[in-house]
């Protein structure tokens, strides 16, 4: 990419400001986006660009002086002088402008709604009805934004191409540029009685039922997407698309991570050195929790596939129970006798202290897990 403006325009440093103007006029000709087509742009907007620096006497003192980056940022805010004001000093506002009629029917926008399931219906799926609020297409016109018995009339400015053509003359010649018709808003066609019940917009908005599919999985901030019942479009436009975020109650006692479910389960100190079978109420129906003699403080106890099932595709999560084993803080003499009694037999009055560094073991295990989802 050349980057001297001299060069760019293709001029020599000592050129006069009339062989700068001469040489923008024929390269500006040439590239023009409306002769070049859009290939051509970006030499386009350079060669303005080296015009816009070139052509005012201070700015090229400073540009000779200071190269480029006396221009950093040429072009933008601090520039003061535009591409797109000199774009239009010369040919109008032509860039980009409509070339045939624009359709009155638009797409209409997306729309967002959002819906609280409860876990259960995450880990299931769900079928759901739901209340929106979109624009509709108009009864009463059927989008066609005309009263009933009317029809949209050719316009009569632009004679129904939506645009119109303006001759400029600039040191450049004449220059021909397209505009859009300002009578019918580039429509081509203007709508002499307007349909009362939609003030001529071709839709209203209405309330009405939606029935969303939950699939199994979804979690707190998941997009259901529903093709084409968002709202519908200016003129009785293609509806944009409706989005369902999902929003998940808390569950009392099992909390989700990924598509795992947790609990905790308290058992007394007895059971966990005995082993004991416990009931438990799943999402999916009473269970029994197997506690092995010897069960160990924070130990969890693993449940395959009763966790939330996979979003689009097969299986579930697990649910895990975290067992909370608790000591008796209050015991009576016979009690005390009777553990103090077990500490004798397993030679436990004096205990060894057995030291480990924190950061191993079960509980740190159980900790960086769930950390981790
Ligand atoms: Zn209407
Ligand atoms: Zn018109």
Do not use: W
């Not at 742009?41 to 540009?63: C, G, H, I, W």
């Amino acid at each position: 990419m050349v980057n001297d403006y001299y060069e760019i325009l293709g001029v020599s440093r000592q050129a006069s400001q009339e062989e700068i103007k001469k040489a923008y006029r024929k390269l500006a000709r040439k590239l023009h986006p409306d002769v070049a087509g859009p290939d051509a742009e970006d030499r386009f907007k350079d060669v303005t660009r080296a015009y816009e620096v070139l052509s005012n006497p201070e700015k090229r003192q400073m540009y000779d002086l200071g190269g480029e980056q006396a221009f950093s940022g040429a072009g933008g805010a601090g520039a003061g002088f535009g591409f797109q004001d000199i774009f239009e000093t010369f040919f109008g506002a032509a860039a980009g402008a409509p070339r045939g009629p624009v359709p009155r029917g638009r797409r209409g926008q997306d729309a967002l709604v959002r819906l609280d399931i409860d876990l259960s219906e995450a880990v299931f799926g769900a079928t759901r009805e739901l209340q929106v609020d979109t624009a509709v297409i108009c009864p009463t016109c059927n989008g066609t934004c005309c009263r009933p018995g009317t029809h949209p009339q050719t316009c009569e400015v632009c004679h129904g191409r939506g645009s119109v053509q303006r001759v400029t003359r600039s040191f450049l010649g004449q220059v021909m540029s397209t505009t859009a018709c300002s009578a019918c808003q580039g429509h081509g066609t203007i709508i002499p009685e307007p349909c009362q019940d939609c003030a001529g917009e071709g839709r209203v908005r209405t309330r009405r039922t939606v029935r969303v599919e939950v699939p199994a999985g979804v979690d707190s901030g998941t997009r259901i997407r529903m093709s084409g019942q968002g709202e519908v479009g200016p003129g009785g436009g293609p509806a944009g698309d409706l989005y369902v975020e999902i929003r998940e109650r808390p569950h009392p006692v099992f909390v989700r991570r990924g598509d795992d479910l947790h609990c905790t389960m308290a058992i007394p100190m007895t059971a966990a050195a005995l082993g004991t079978v416990l009931p438990l109420d799943t999402l999916d129906g009473a269970r029994e929790v197997d506690v092995e003699p010897g069960t160990q403080p924070e130990q969890v106890i693993t449940l395959r596939d009763l966790g939330v099932g996979h979003l689009n595709r097969a299986g579930r999560g697990d649910l895990h129970v975290h067992l909370d084993v608790q000591v008796p803080t209050r015991l009576d003499d016979r009690q005390r006798e009777l553990l103090a009694e077990l500490a004798a037999l397993r030679g436990e009055e004096q205990p060894e202290p057995r030291l480990a560094a924190t950061g191993s073991g079960v509980f740190s295990k159980l900790r960086d897990k769930l950390a981790g989802r």
